[in-house]
């Protein structure tokens, strides 16, 4: 049990480091979908790998890739439609 703890932590560590950096200013939309996706993502993929009893930084990675993946289509996707 304390392991699983101590792996929920660093999922929530490796989140609010993550949200800190999409604070940054002076960037595009493009770098803030993508970058705000990739955020998510790796706190979702955290999270959800620690519940499971999964290998937490794996599901970090993973969904901060997909999320990030998805932050880009989904600016691509609003471009196409000027909106």
Do not use: F
């Amino acid at each position: 049990m304390k392991n699983r703890i101590q792996n929920i932590s660093k999922g929530g560590a490796m989140l609010v480091l993550a949200l800190t950096l999409a604070s940054c200013s002076g960037m595009n939309t493009t770098q803030q979908r993508v970058l705000s996706g990739g955020a998510i993502g790796a706190g979702a993929g955290a999270v959800g790998t620690a519940m499971t009893g999964g290998c937490v930084s794996c599901g970090a990675a993973i969904g901060g890739a997909v999320g990030a993946g998805a932050g880009y289509i989904y600016d691509q996707d609003e471009k196409r439609h000027g909106n």
